[in-house]
């Protein structure tokens, strides 16, 4: 019996979990998810010993993978975000709208901008606060930031502890 198997793409939320165990796993690296009581992702911890040469090396690469989408990407985005829900303003006032909204979501990786400005659409009536829309884009890239994150404390900690032996 044949059957058809539908091929979906994963979100970005999803693809945002397994680059970041992809990107731990190929450095060598072993880390530990940490969550609240509530059993809400707070960020990793990296649990061995690395050098910092490959702390760096796994930094750049998660670096590469949060690259943000073009201001015209983001403005289109939300034009049809826009176009797509019901809003107050009358619609003067979209230049400003949009110039804000562009200079916030620089700060995010395309791929998790993108698709939270085209899923919003179909799940919002209005047209989104920032504080949803920012909400709903650090959702779907946690992940590979919390690994940055977990990087960073660890090069800080070796920085630490390299400042107290030297002033011993």
């Known amino acids: 019996m044949n059957q058809i198997t539908e091929y979906q793409l994963a979100p970005a939320a999803e693809n945002d979990r397994k680059a970041a165990n992809s990107v ?3 450095s060598g690296l072993e880390i530990e998810e940490r969550h609240s009581k509530d059993y809400d992702f707070l960020g990793y911890l990296i649990t061995n010993e690395v050098s910092d040469k490959i702390l760096g090396q796994t930094y750049k ?6 690259i943000p989408a073009s201001d015209d990407e983001i403005a289109k985005g939300l034009l049809k975000l826009r176009a797509l829900t019901s809003h107050k303003a009358d619609g003067q006032d979209i230049d ?3 110039e804000a909204y562009v200079e916030q979501l620089r700060e995010y990786p395309k791929d998790a901008v993108l698709e939270s400005l085209n899923r ?14 920012k909400d ?3 959702f779907r890239c946690k992940h590979r930031i919390g690994l940055m994150k977990a990087i960073e404390r660890k090069m800080d900690v070796r920085q630490i502890s390299k400042f107290r032996q030297i002033s011993r």
């Open 24 to 26: 731990a796993h190929t």
């Open 61 to 66: 690469t998660l670096q590469a993978s949060l």
């Open 96 to 98: 400003i709208i949009l």
């Open 120 to 133: 919003m659409a179909g799940h919002v009536k209005w047209f989104p606060s920032w504080h949803e829309l």
């Open 136 to 138: 709903d884009i650090e």
